[in-house]
C-alpha cells in the first residue's frame, strides 16, 4: 500500500492508517486489522515516513525529498509485491508519472493497472463528498479489490 504521509494521529501513534482512514480502508480491502498489520501478507510504504504539517485544507504534502531519496531503494526490497494499492494523489502521481489530470481520472482507468495495482481516493474522512459524487468507486470497484486481496490471501 502507497499513501502520502503519516497524518498527525498516526505519526503519534506510530501505527499506519491507526484512525478513521485505516478503518475505511479496511472495509474496502474486506480484511480485519490483524490482517492489516500482519507484515507477512500487507506492506505498508507511504511516499513520505513523517507527518508534514497542516496546511489550510488538510495536511501538507509529504516532504519533496522524500521519494526521490529513498522510494526506488525501497521498492527493490520489496521483490514479492502482487498488488499495489496507490492511495491518494500523491502516491497516483508518483507511481503513474503523472500522467493522470485527477485522483478520479485515474480510478476510473483502474482497468489499464489491473492485475498488478490500482489507483484509490484517500479513504479520509475529507473525502466523503468525493465518494458520493463517485458512487460506483464503492458498488463496483471495491468488490473486485476485496476478491483480488482474498485471492492473494489465500495463495
Known amino acids: ?80 509485491r502482487q498488488f499495489t494499492l496507490l492511495i491518494g494523489r500523491y502516491a497516483i502521481n508518483w507511481h503513474c508519472q503523472q500522467r493522470y489530470g485527477s485522483v478520479r481520472e485515474a480510478v476510473e482507468d483502474w482497468q489499464s493497472m489491473w492485475p498488478d495495482q490500482v489507483a484509490l481516493p484517500h479513504p479520509s474522512p475529507r473525502n466523503n463528498r468525493w465518494l458520493r459524487h463517485n458512487p460506483w468507486f464503492e458498488a463496483e470497484l471495491v468488490p473486485k479489490i476485496r476478491q483480488r486481496v482474498q485471492t492473494l490471501l489465500a495463495t
Open 1 to 80: 500500500m502507497v499513501g502520502q504521509a503519516p497524518g498527525r494521529k498516526v505519526h503519534a501513534s506510530g501505527k499506519p492508517f491507526d484512525d478513521a482512514s485505516g478503518d475505511r480502508l479496511r472495509t474496502w480491502l474486506g480484511v480485519d486489522r490483524e490482517a492489516f498489520y500482519d507484515d507477512s501478507k500487507f506492506a505498508i510504504a507511504p511516499m513520505g515516513f513523517c507527518y508534514p504539517g497542516t496546511g489550510k485544507s488538510g495536511d501538507l504534502p509529504p516532504r519533496p525529498e522524500c521519494a526521490p531519496t529513498w522510494r526506488e531503494p525501497l521498492l527493490e526490497q520489496l521483490k514479492s
